[in-house]
């Protein structure tokens, strides 16, 4: 199964902006994937990616409930 047909990426940016949103889609019952590359990187002996920038994915199914709580949060933090 690939990623790509099953889930979509929600957020690129500031890892702290991603923990507030992942606490908020936590709230509704959606737990998001976090892929960190430098994390990942640093952790397998090399670096990628830029450092502090995660992305969050949502499976495609859960993407309609999501949406409205994405949009509310980062607007309400300037996003």
Excluded: C, W
Excluded at 32 to 41: A, C, M, T, V, W
Aim: charged share 25%; glycine share 12%.
């Amino acid at each position: 199964m690939e990623k790509d047909k099953t889930t979509t990426r929600i957020y690129t940016g500031p890892a702290m902006i991603a923990k507030g949103l992942i606490a908020h889609l936590n709230e509704i019952g959606i737990s998001p994937i976090e892929r960190n590359d430098n994390e990942s990187g640093i952790t397998a002996g090399f670096a990628k990616g830029v450092p502090g920038q995660v992305m969050l994915f949502v499976r495609k199914d859960q993407l309609e409930k999501a949406q409205p709580v994405i949009d509310a949060y980062l607007s309400g933090i300037g996003e």
